[in-house]
T-cell receptor, first 114, second 113 residues
C-alpha cells in the first residue's frame, strides 16, 4: 500500500464551525506533512511531524491545530477560519530513515470557508 | 531556506525529449535535489531525486551539474500525460530532527500533440 488517504475530499464550512481534516498512511513512514495550496500557486509547507512529534510549524495561525495521534494518522483541526483560508490542503509522508526519500502525497481536501 | 529558480512555462512536442532546467545556486552540501510533478486537481507526485550523481529511473533522468548549482530533469519522450507543473525542490535538513520539502514556483509543461 503506497497511498496517502485524505478525508474528506471536499469540505464547506462556516467561519464559526469546527472541523477536522484527516490523513492516513500505512507505509510505516515516520515523517508527515501538511501543506496548503492556493489556486495556481505551489504548495506551502504548514507543519512537519517527525516520529509523532511536531518538528516544524511555519508560523501558521492558531486557528489551524495539527495533531498526530499515532504513526499512521495525522489530523488538522480547523476553528474560526476566514474565507482566505479556502484552499487545497495536502498531506504527505516520507520515510527519512537515513536521508530524505520520496514523499507520497494525498489527493488533498478542497476546503471552502463561507 | 534554499531556493530554486525554474522557467515559468515550457512547451514540447509529443514524443520528443524535454529538458527542464533548475538553478539552485545556494544549495548546501547536505541538500538533496528532488523533482515532483503535479497534474491538474491532483496531489504532487514524486519523479526523481539525487544528491551528486546523475540518476535514472523509469520516469525520467536527472542530470546534476558538477558544482551542484543546477540540475536538469529529462523526460525522454514526452506524452500528453506528462503535461503538468514540474517542481524542482531542495530537500533540506531542518535542524529540528526532520527534513523540509519546500516547493518553488515550478515549470508548467505543455505537450503539443
Amino acid at each position: 500500500d503506497t497511498e496517502v488517504t485524505q478525508t474528506p475530499k471536499h469540505l464547506v464550512m462556516g467561519m464559526t464551525n469546527k472541523k477536522s481534516l484527516k490523513c492516513e498512511q500505512h507505509m510505516g513512514h515516520r515523517a508527515m506533512y501538511w501543506y496548503k495550496q492556493k489556486a495556481k500557486k505551489p504548495p506551502e509547507l504548514m507543519f512537519v511531524y517527525s516520529y509523532e512529534k511536531l518538528s516544524i510549524n511555519e508560523s501558521v495561525p492558531s486557528r489551524f491545530s495539527p495533531e498526530c495521534p499515532n504513526s499512521s494518522l495525522l489530523n488538522l483541526h480547523l476553528h474560526a477560519l476566514q474565507p482566505e483560508d479556502s484552499a487545497l490542503y495536502l498531506c504527505a509522508s516520507s520515510q527519512e530513515v537515513s536521508g530524505p526519500t520520496e514523499a507520497f502525497f494525498g489527493q488533498g481536501t478542497r476546503l471552502t470557508v463561507v | 531556506d534554499a531556493k530554486t529558480t525554474q522557467p515559468n512555462s515550457m512547451e514540447s512536442n509529443e514524443e520528443e525529449p524535454v529538458h527542464l532546467p533548475c538553478n539552485h545556486s545556494t544549495i548546501s552540501g547536505t541538500d538533496y535535489i528532488h523533482w515532483y510533478r503535479q497534474l491538474p486537481s491532483q496531489g504532487p507526485e514524486y519523479v526523481i531525486h539525487g544528491l551528486t550523481s546523475n540518476v535514472n529511473n523509469r520516469m525520467a533522468s536527472l542530470a546534476i551539474a558538477e558544482d551542484r548549482k543546477s540540475s536538469t530533469l529529462i523526460l525522454h519522450r514526452a506524452t500528453l500525460r506528462d503535461a503538468a507543473v514540474y517542481y524542482c525542490i531542495l530537500y533540506s535538513y531542518s535542524g529540528a530532527g526532520s527534513y523540509q520539502l519546500t516547493f518553488g514556483k515550478g515549470t508548467k509543461l505543455s505537450v503539443i500533440p
